[in-house]
């Protein structure tokens, strides 16, 4: 593992290994099918694709998966975002015609099997976070979020309440999408604090309460890996102001099978399918984020709603209170899929070894990196749930490096990097989630990197700062690589290498 050098090609782009007439396949095609497009549709000019052989193509693209990192070749301990188990075989079953042939556009009686799927998944998930009723069609978490907070919305304007109720409480140490779903939705912003534990300052949440609160924005366990165990006073409190409560779903893993949401009290939720059933991540997606919500609130859900009567499965569109329409047709059906095939796979019994494994391994790990020299586990004495967070202050102040630095150092070990400077509250953040899969082999390994790291930077900090440098792409200029004015993104102009 310490030997690690990652492959380096000079690989031009696959539109300059373009070679006028090269075709990719060398099917003879007699029973090509010949169609009358009408000659208004014809195109004029030929696109500007590339003309590549399948053996130029193939190579072309093994060399650049070669300069690369993903889930096949190791760990990836992004805290809260990371990529849990994604198995091969989902893949396989979403790909399979039955599926990929079908068009949301088809009559619902044509597609009653994945309407059933579709139905019996949101059932599966209410069930799961202890709510009423599920919408799987919000794209991603941050979806699931505004889609929650314009529920909150509806629910304030029918009581006729809206008026005054203009703010969402969210704590100092949620994920950024939270506030900004909640501005984007029209609410004003109010932070509460974190006490001594990690957790929400009870005092302060009380005095940030009151008759303008719409609702109160948060996960549970934190974003530091730590349960909040006054939910249910926080509930309690938050309910008779009239406010709301949304749960951030983004740290389900650690609770599944263990603990409901909407027993602690939330009213609203979202669940990133991403994250947490099967779908690999990272890039842009595509994900799913549904949302659950109580009871009453089941009215105001996006539209189309998928139906059931008797063994008939249809769309339903006219929901007078709903807050209409926030995805085309009926959410990521593919990424839902895969959600459905994985609940099936791992049942009641395996979801709940994945929220045991992903805990005991974020503790075993927190335990060793907090004896690395100029790294402490902030909160030492509170259980971690699936994730933790690690401050490198000391070692930043005593050496130079910070949590970039060590970071980046990983990356010559041939591990991907953590999330760093996230949350907030804790001075140069490390934030870790081994998740449920990585074996205890590996999590040693990697503490062996993470300690080697950490001493390097007492005694040879200037190679930690200038790494990596086993990597592809060595150390880049990060403010030059995302500034607008010099970030290049398309082919035509070739950025010049860094
Ligand atoms: C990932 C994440 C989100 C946002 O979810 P997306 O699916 O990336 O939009 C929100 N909150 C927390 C805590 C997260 O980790």
């Not at 005095?207 to 109160?216: I, M, N, P």
């Amino acid at each position: 593992m310490m030997g690690f050098k990652q492959a380096h090609w000079d690989e031009p782009l696959i539109i300059e290994r373009s070679i006028e007439g090269a075709v990719g396949f060398s099917l003879s095609s007699p029973e090509t099918p010949t169609v009358n497009v009408p000659v208004e549709l014809l195109r004029k000019k030929r696109p500007k694709l590339p003309e590549v052989s399948e053996t130029d193509v193939i190579r072309h693209y093994v060399r650049l998966s070669q300069e690369n990192y993903g889930t096949d070749l190791g760990i990836y301990p992004l805290g809260s975002c990371t990529m849990k188990y994604n198995p091969k075989v989902l893949d396989r079953i979403v790909a399979t015609p039955k599926i990929q042939d079908l068009h949301p556009l088809q009559d619902a009686g044509s597609v009653q099997g994945i309407l059933q799927i579709l139905y019996e998944l949101s059932e599966w998930l209410a069930e799961i976070v202890g709510l009423y009723r599920v919408s799987l069609q919000p794209a991603a978490g941050a979806h699931g979020e505004f889609a929650g907070v314009m529920i909150m919305r509806a629910f304030h304007k029918q009581s006729g309440d809206l008026e005054k109720r203009d703010e969402i409480i969210v704590p100092d140490s949620a994920h950024g999408t939270n506030p900004a779903s909640a501005a984007m939705a029209g609410f004003k912003v109010v932070e509460v604090p974190s006490n001594q534990d990690g957790c929400v300052d009870i005092e302060a949440l009380r005095g940030s309460l009151s008759h303008r609160t719409a609702g109160l924005m948060l996960t549970n366990p934190n974003t530091l890996g730590i349960f909040e165990a006054d939910i249910l006073e926080i509930a309690r409190l938050v309910h008779e102001a009239g406010g709301l409560l949304y749960y951030d779903g983004a740290n389900l893993n650690a609770m599944l099978g263990k603990a409901k949401p909407g027993r602690m009290g939330f009213d609203i939720v979202h669940i990133n399918i991403h994250k947490t059933f099967g779908t690999p991540h990272g890039g842009g997606g595509p994900g799913s984020g549904p949302i659950a919500v109580s009871k009453k609130l089941e009215e105001f859900l996006p539209v189309p709603t998928i139906e059931r009567d008797g063994d008939k499965y249809y769309l339903d569109s006219e929901r007078p209170h709903s807050i209409g329409k926030i995805h085309g047709f009926w959410g990521n059906s593919s990424v839902l899929l895969r959600a459905y095939a994985y609940i099936l796979m791992m049942g009641r019994d395996g979801l709940e070894e994945v929220a045991e494994l992903s805990v005991l391994n974020a503790n075993y790990l927190a335990k060793k990196l907090g004896q690395v020299r100029g790294l402490e586990l902030p909160f030492p004495h509170k259980v971690r749930k699936h994730e933790f967070v690690l401050s490198a202050a000391r070692m930043a102040a005593e050496t130079g490096v910070t949590a970039a630095h060590l970071s980046k150092r990983l990356l010559d070990f041939g591990i991907h990097a953590p999330t760093i400077y996230f949350p907030l509250i804790i001075e140069e953040a490390l934030m870790i989630e081994p998740t449920e899969t990585v074996s205890k082999q590996e999590l040693d390994e990697f503490t062996l990197a993470f300690s080697k790291a950490g001493a390097e930077a007492y005694t040879n900090p200037g190679v930690v700062r200038d790494s990596p440098r086993s990597t592809a792409v060595t150390r880049i200029d990060e403010a030059r690589a995302s500034h607008p004015k010099t970030m290049q993104l398309t082919w035509k102009e070739r950025p010049q290498a860094v």
